[in-house]
């Protein structure tokens, strides 16, 4: 986790499983990078999520401007704007690199689309995918359908832009098929959507994560997808649509978890048994809108520790950075 405020360095707060360091440099207007000593070798990808600390009145946005490695680490480039496409001066990020392809090929999925723009359909580069390598297929401008032939359980994806101009890349849905390969074997269907900061869709690269099982192995994981109804102000997720467990087993028996209004545009997302605090940030937080209309979200402060649950606060807005009440939005999260 990065905190920039004006006219100070950069505050970091970072873990990395292999004992190197992290460092951050805001290197240009509305740009860092960030360096992860000690990934010397390609491949990979990474997710972003914004934070807005509370009282914050901008609201702003960041994305992946480019990543790879060099000679001593993986250096990755962030870029933020403000909601009037400017570049951002103060902001918070959080960054999750994953490059670990030892899991079950059911549990972790990931790549990165160096660029969005191509004809009919496509299988990302074996040096940029983990796990199993999907078909992208280019159905509309802006528009992604992934295929992967492994229809893995409860998962839930998230898409992070790639771009060095203003774009989000949102989930639309997921959902198992019968394979386009092969007809014969059921599929897992993940639709990705990518707006600019009009709301208009652009074709843009991303990188992706479908996760059943965090990355970390057993520190984890956890992560859902928040279904809204506009006449209530309580969230609540189906079991099949959530996930709260450690090696398969339930953390504090219970596999289900509710949310409720913090305020009127910030919703809790409440996680019994796992602890909060920096603690989850250590477990990569990533967390978007679930939608076809280009809404960003973002998570206020880190994550926090309150009545034995780990506590995330999301907040979002549309395109053009109008804040949105929190009862007709939904997202998906991963810990």
Wanted: glycine share 12%; with cysteine.
């Amino acid at each position: 986790m990065v905190v920039q405020l004006a006219g100070l360095s950069p505050s970091v707060h970072s873990y990395q499983s292999n004992g190197a360091t992290t460092t951050v440099t805001h290197a240009a207007a509305g740009l860092w990078s960030v360096r992860l000593g000690g990934f010397t070798a390609g491949g990979g990808t990474v997710q972003l999520t914004q934070y807005l600390e509370t009282g914050n009145v901008g609201h702003g946005y960041c994305a992946l401007d480019s990543f790879g490695p060099d000679l001593t680490g993986t250096v990755v480039n962030v870029r933020c704007w403000n909601d009037n496409w400017s570049p951002s001066a103060e902001v918070t990020f959080g960054l999750q690199f994953n490059n670990s392809k030892v899991l079950p090929a059911t549990q972790y999925e990931a790549f990165t689309l160096a660029s969005g723009s191509f004809a009919g359909s496509v299988t990302p580069p074996a040096g940029a995918v983990i796990n199993h390598a999907p078909l992208v297929t280019h159905t509309s401008v802006g528009h992604y359908t992934v295929e992967y032939q492994t229809a893995a359980a409860n998962p839930f994806p998230v898409a992070t832009a790639l771009s060095s101009t203003p774009k989000v890349c949102n989930i639309v849905d997921w959902v198992v098929g019968r394979s386009t390969q092969l007809p014969g074997v059921k599929a897992r269907f993940v639709r990705v959507a990518c707006f600019d900061f009009a709301g208009v869709a652009k074709d843009t690269g991303f990188t992706f994560l479908m996760a059943s099982e965090s990355p970390l192995g057993a520190v984890g994981p956890v992560g859902g997808r928040v279904l809204t109804t506009p006449a209530m102000n309580v969230w609540t997720t189906p079991t099949n649509d959530n996930l709260n467990t450690t090696g398969g087993t339930p953390k504090a028996n219970n596999s289900f978890f509710s949310t409720f209004a913090y305020n009127t545009y910030t919703t809790d997302i409440a996680v019994p048994g796992f602890p909060g605090g920096f603690g989850l940030l250590f477990n990569a937080d990533a967390l978007e809108s679930v939608g076809d209309d280009g809404t960003r979200c973002s998570l206020e402060d880190p994550p926090v520790q309150r009545d034995g649950s780990a506590h995330l606060l999301v907040f979002c807005t549309d395109p053009k950075g109008i804040t949105l009440s929190h009862v007709v939005h939904g997202g998906t999260w991963n810990l």
